[in-house]
């Protein structure tokens, strides 16, 4: 489906259909790639990944004045992660956040990662810092996203704190690995049942709160992060989509397409949703909001839900549309 | 059971029915053109759904609750559901309104409960400040699942698992931190999303009734007469409270505390929990025994 079909279905993409109606989901950014500054290939790897967001690692080496070397080297790494028409960003350690941002913030990045975060401060030290680097390096003001890496028991505990801490806010990601670490728990997926199916579903549910979203992926390949048939991982991001999450980190290039195709309405359910629209359109002529399809209550919400669904599937489309506008730019 | 007050084979039929509660609807189910005479509607609409006994609930639209409220809060209602409710100021605004509508009206001051509904994201992580916001009686607290939540969560409803967990979960035991009734947090799976099936009925009532839940709602009268009979006491389970009271009765006059009855532990707790399921059973009793004379008294007239 290609966005001409989509905006044909639903004309008023851009119309808002209520007060205040947010972004849902507040960004598409379904596959997001860490790769390293260092890695020799980094352009080519982003480039040929399609993944909506690259994350940067940037590695303190030794024997080098890290800040320096990191100064001289991120501007050239983010204009190569963004080749393939990706967000970046740039991930900074709590514990060392003030000096890594010093050195990694530069125009080109989306916003910064910070993991190891335990308390609310930790934002707001760090958006007090993004304020002042977005002035002395020509960024707009406000413009730099803070997202989070869960990974703590801290950061669960006080989430809908952090997630409140500063309108920089955008994002949790849910790192299973090194919060099972954190909370003593096997790292390896051993159970029946997912362990961490609560805290996935309170960061889910507080990150829409303050209109942000969540990132992960269901249990067992969230925490195991196995390089899977593409069937197993296709399932694994329905089951997490469904959980609300709006995208995943991918461990695994393998992954992108999937999280790209699977963290967005699908062909099938726009088409249903247009057919929502029409059957509750038809039920408001004759008077009546609630009306059935299949044994289904149609009813304002689920109306309204059609409406918002068809518009987050015109989003995607244009977002590949944008990548792939960048790839011919790049292949030219 | 939801009623719309507009459509007339709805709101005549509903007394007959057997619902414990009927809601009169002024949101979701009225079309915006409907909404000025549903509200017209709702004091004949009292009359009419409460003849066979039920109680009386009427959910307003948030974004017209200084409209509504004057239609709604009539003798006769017992709950005003103030959906998608998410900050203190919702719930003082419309406690505010009801108050200064009680006085008017004659109604005791407070005797009109409020239940907000919690059906967004923002609603949920707001819970206990909701939860305290006002001097007036919430007598129950469920939802923060449900349609609006699947849309602020941007999900697909009816997945074969718990969409819900933490949200749902979390406005639970805000409500019986502050000793209010919680009525959510069970999951029972219907990959159909089909409203109508009694047998899904009877596997919710079933799931809610062994946690301890005593309420649920329906959108079809379907629903009715499973959520009815599964959510009531059984025989089986008032035999075995007065079976396990009469033998903790004897321990403590034997000065012991815990026994055995049947290969199972009788203490203190079990004691309790024998109490409130005859406390439950006396409630269904009577609630029963009032609808059956209110329905007798209702088919006289009309016949």
Known sequence: M??????????????????????????????????????????????????????????KHPGRDWQADLKARVPAAIQAAARGGAEVFVRVNRDSAAAELEAVVFSGIAGVVLKGVTAPEDITAAAEQLDALEVSRGIAHGALEIDVEVDTAGAVWHSLAIARASERFGVFYVNEAALCQNLGMQSTPTLAFDPLEYIKSQLITVATSVGGQAMGMSYPLGLAQDNADEAIVKKAVRLARDTGFKGSMCPHAAWIKVCNEGFRPTAEEAAYYVKVIEVFAEGIKRGMASVPIDGKMIDVPVDLRAKLYLKWANRAQVRDDAKARAHERQGN | MFVTPTNPRFIDKAWTRGGDVYILDIEDSIAPAEKERCRTLIRESIQKANKGGASIYVRINKPFVDADLPYAVWPGVDR????????????????????????????????????????STLGAVNIHELLTAVP?????????????MAMNLGIEMFASFDQYAWPVAYVALAALSLDIEATGGVFVPNTSGRVDQGDQAAKQAAALHAAGVHHSGALHPNFIQPLVQGLSATADEVAWAHKVIAEFDKLTDAGESVGMLDGKVVDKYEYDSALRTLEWAAACAAKDAYKARAMSRAQQASA
């Open chain 2, 80 to 119: 005003i559901m103030l959906p998608k409710t998410e900050s203190a100021d919702d719930l003082r605004h419309a406690h505010d309104i009801i108050t200064r509508l009680e006085k008017e009206r004659g109604i005791p001051v407070g005797s009109i409960e409020l239940y907000p509904m919690i059906e």
């Open chain 1, 2 to 59: 290609n966005t001409q079909t989509l905006q044909a279905m639903q004309p008023d993409v851009e119309k808002p259909l209520f007060v205040g109606e947010k972004p849902m989901p507040k960004y598409i950014r379904r596959s997001v790639l860490a790769l390293s500054i260092d890695d020799a290939q980094l352009g080519e790897k982003a480039y040929a990944s399609w993944a909506d967001a690259i994350i940067l690692d940037c590695a």
């Open chain 2, 136 to 148: 007036r009686k919430l007598s129950s607290m469920g939802g923060a699942g449900g349609y609006d």
